[in-house]
């Protein structure tokens, strides 16, 4: 008697490492090539490797190395186990608390400081620090406990942490509809010429450089974004400015100061760790070299976060002051400016 039972390997589980969706305007390109642009730190070799184990999707069909991208194509790549970011171990980093109460918290994140765990830094955000101090957090959208929003690690400010799931509702409901108050101080490159006014222009990633985001006029492309600035004080080459956030994209306030011809001062990925205005004196030279020592990250902080109490209803406002190498920096150019006051802006 023979027995035709077909005992099948169960179908091994795959997860999702990386996707990228692939924007209408992107020239046809190697997946090799292209993935080498997307993917932090990643080599040809590694990405060939992985096309040749069948681990790269477009469309959710494998594909080789030499496959052709084209606008609008999906691509994933999916490996047998978890990415290291969705793993969260609890660490005892200490946190700037500066409200709490049994729905939420205020912490004013320090420069320097990943807020979730991702490529290259799996240890020591803010996530793992929030992991330690409490328990049962809710899991946003993307699964990571309590965030309702995220700032970048060197810029610093205010954040806002669900502690239950009706306040991540509740809270990201209101950045998701605007209804939020966001203000960041910005010290950008240039005299801004208007003493405010308001940027908008859809943001998505750079075509050529993927750490990079990028403004563009198409419609289709990106995500709608609106940025409110004004001017606080001038100091010639460079301009105090107060943004007030209306969406909350990516690299936003970045990126659209950039855009309109002032760059973030010291903002290594957007250019602004070069002299963009001023004169060409080595004593000048000095000055600006003294002062990126001085405040060694893009000049952004999330001054100002407001927003309707999920509990209680009530509109809540929360400031923070400037961290002192920001300060530091602005006195520099304060200074600066006074004993230069001959000079005009070129």
């Known amino acids: 008697m023979s027995n035709n039972i077909d005992f099948q390997e169960p179908e091994e589980e795959l997860f999702e490492h990386y996707r990228f969706d692939v924007p209408k305007g992107q020239a046809f390109l190697r997946i090799d090539k292209y993935l080498m642009l997307m993917v932090p730190n990643a080599t040809r070799n590694k990405i ?11 469309n959710d069909v494998p594909v080789k190395s030499n496959y052709k ?17 969705n793993r969260v171990d609890p660490e005892d980093i200490p946190l700037d608390i500066v409200y709490e109460d049994d729905a939420l918290l205020l912490i004013n994140k320090p420069p320097n400081f990943v ?17 330690f101090h409490f328990e049962n957090l809710p899991l946003n959208s993307s699964e990571r406990p309590g965030l309702v929003h995220r700032i970048d690690k060197d810029t ?12 991540m509702t509740h809270l990201a409901k209101q950045f998701e509809d605007k209804t939020s108050e966001r203000e960041y101080i910005a010290l950008v490159w240039g005299n801004v010429k208007e003493e405010e006014g308001t940027v908008t222009g859809n943001i998505a990633r750079h075509v050529k450089d993927r750490m990079q985001m990028s403004v563009f006029a198409d419609p289709e492309i990106g ?4 940025t409110h600035y004004k001017v606080l004080e001038r100091f010639g080459y460079v ?32 250019g602004g760790n070069l002299i963009l205005k001023g004169t060409t004196f080595t004593k000048y030279k000095q000055f600006i070299d003294n002062c990126f020592k001085t405040l060694p990250r893009q000049a952004l902080h999330a001054k100002t976060l407001g927003f309707i109490h999920p509990t209680t209803k009530e509109f809540m406002r929360f400031d923070t002051e400037l961290p002192k190498d920001m300060t530091d920096c602005i006195e520099k150019w304060r200074n600066y400016s006074k004993s230069n006051a001959s000079e005009e802006e070129e």
């Open 223 to 226: 995500k709608h974004a609106v």
């Open 48 to 58: 060939q490797n992985a096309a040749a184990s069948g681990d790269i999707y477009v």
């Open 156 to 167: 610093s400010g205010l954040l806002v942490v669900a502690k239950t799931e009706i306040a």
């Open 69 to 85: 991208v084209k606008p609008l194509d999906v691509i994933r790549i999916l490996l047998s186990h978890p990415p290291y970011e």
């Open 239 to 270: 301009t105090l400015v107060s943004c007030k956030l209306e969406t909350g994209r990516t690299h936003q306030i970045r990126v659209h100061m950039k855009h309109i011809g002032h760059t973030l001062f010291n903002d290594e990925r957007y």
């Open 115 to 131: 807020v979730h765990p991702g490529h290259g830094n799996y240890t020591g955000t803010l996530v793992n620090a929030l992991a």
